[in-house]
């Protein structure tokens, strides 16, 4: 559980509580560390971490045995299509820390820094704010709601200008302030 844990916050960072966030830096210390950073390397860790925390998926299909090779093994096809969406956000981090420095740049410029071109990084992008919005429901049925961001850090496109705006969350003081009093006796 812990390792799913670690794999969705890599992918989508959130506020964890303080003791369930210490259990994930201790048992996944660097691997999660690695795996927030973003880039190649880490995708090895996503695959390792996948495949020793994720259900063991069941064939909904009887297998073929006359043709063995058309057989596919359900882990490895979840496995592939997991991969491939963290392919899609794995530039992420790189792209979010470059986006904090500046609250208005070109998109050219931006390009040079994350070393894409600009149409690649139009994608990524569009891909980073689609996968930052959720549905948050209020009241109805299940499906509705108003969607909302899930990040610290919004964007919008404006021919080759990205605006960029950051909402700050404010520190749990009251929080922090017990837990230093249990520190000090």
Known sequence: MYALMAICVALCPVRLDDTIHATLRE???DQFTRMQRGGPESLPIFEELFLSACPKFISPIPPDFDNPENNVDPSQHH???FMNDVKNTISTPVLKSYLKLYTTMDINKLAKFVETDAETLRKQLVVYKQKNRQLRWT????LEGEMTHTSDLDFALQGDIV???EAKVGRRLVDWYLRNLQRAY
Do not use: I, P
């Open 27 to 29: 048992k996944y210390g």
């Open 79 to 81: 496995l592939k299509v």
């Open 139 to 142: 009241e109805g049925s299940l």
């Open 163 to 165: 605006h960029v705006s």
